[in-house]
Nanobody, 125 residues
Framework: QVQLVESGGGSVQAGGSLRLSCADS???????????MAWFRQALGKEREEVAV???????SYVDSVKGRFTISRDNAKNTLYLQMNSLKPEDTAMYYC????????????????WGQGTQVTVSS
């Protein structure tokens, strides 16, 4: 079982930065390390979309729209996932969700078994 809780969202101006965290308060560290972890986001009136994924050995991948601006990382000893977001744009405004999958990483929303409740990011121009 995994229980994910996101934090770190807020309101910033364009060009600013935020760091999101996603803590799993339930799993043992050796279990958490076996999960592929991901960040998704959902803007108002739009479908949930992928942002970044990180595999069990810490290799991250990104959608083109955030490459060079966002960095995904994980600390398996703390059961925590991070998303460092720099050079934020108004189009990054969305609810951000972390997700976990006990298998190889996927970009498909439906492949993830566990989800957090989300944290809101609002970027003003």
């Amino acid at each position: 079982q995994v229980q994910l809780v996101e934090s770190g969202g807020g309101s910033v101006q364009a060009g600013g930065s935020l760091r999101l965290s996603c803590a799993d308060s339930y799993s043992y560290a050796d279990t958490y390390s076996n999960y592929c972890m991901a960040w998704f986001r959902q803007a108002l009136g739009k479908e949930r979309e992928e942002v970044a994924v990180i595999d069990t050995v810490g290799s991250g991948s990104y959608v083109d729209s955030v490459k060079g601006r966002f960095t995904i990382s994980r600390d398996n000893a703390k059961n925590t996932l991070y998303l460092q977001m720099n050079s934020l744009k108004p189009e990054d405004t969305a609810m951000y969700y972390c997700a976990a999958r006990l298998s190889r990483c996927s970009w498909y929303v439906g492949d993830y078994e566990y989800w957090g409740q989300g944290t809101q990011v609002t970027v003003s121009s």
